[in-house]
């Protein structure tokens, strides 16, 4: 099973992109989904997550107030659409799922499906 994660690209700081996150394989709209991300040399971290539960959410601190994740039901997507980017957002990005409704994971290796990562690049 595999998601695909697309939307990445070159963008000066201040931009906007936005992220998505679909399955040709299983309905996403079944599952928590994650954005992941992971800067050359440093641990994948959690970016945000949408619960299929109340569409409930969270964002990490790092990223609050510019990230927001958002599904579209009927087309099966998850949306990260990141306003106000900054260089240090520069990484390449994933979408995951362990299987779960909620939020609760933390980790990367709690997660079960992965897209392959679509890149996003700040920088003037």
């Known amino acids: 099973v595999q998601l695909q994660a697309s939307g990445g690209g070159l963008v000066q700081p201040g931009g906007s992109l936005r992220l998505s996150c679909t399955s040709s394989?299983?309905?996403?709209?079944?599952?928590?989904v994650f954005w992941f991300r992971q800067a050359p040399g440093k641990e994948r971290e959690k970016v945000s997550c949408?619960?299929?539960?109340?569409?409930?959410?969270n964002v990490a601190d790092s990223v609050k107030g510019r990230f927001t994740i958002s599904r579209d039901r009927p087309n099966n997507i998850v949306y990260l659409q990141m306003d106000n980017l900054e260089p240090d957002d520069t990484a390449t990005y994933y979408c995951?799922?362990?299987?779960?409704?909620?939020?609760?994971?933390?980790?990367?290796?709690?997660?079960?499906?992965w897209g392959k990562g679509t890149q996003v690049t700040v920088s003037s």
């Open positions: 949408i619960s299929n539960l109340n569409g409930n959410f």
């Open positions: 394989e299983f309905t996403v709209d079944n599952y928590a």
């Open positions: 995951a799922t362990d299987e779960s409704s909620n939020c609760s994971a933390q980790n990367h290796y709690d997660m079960h499906y």
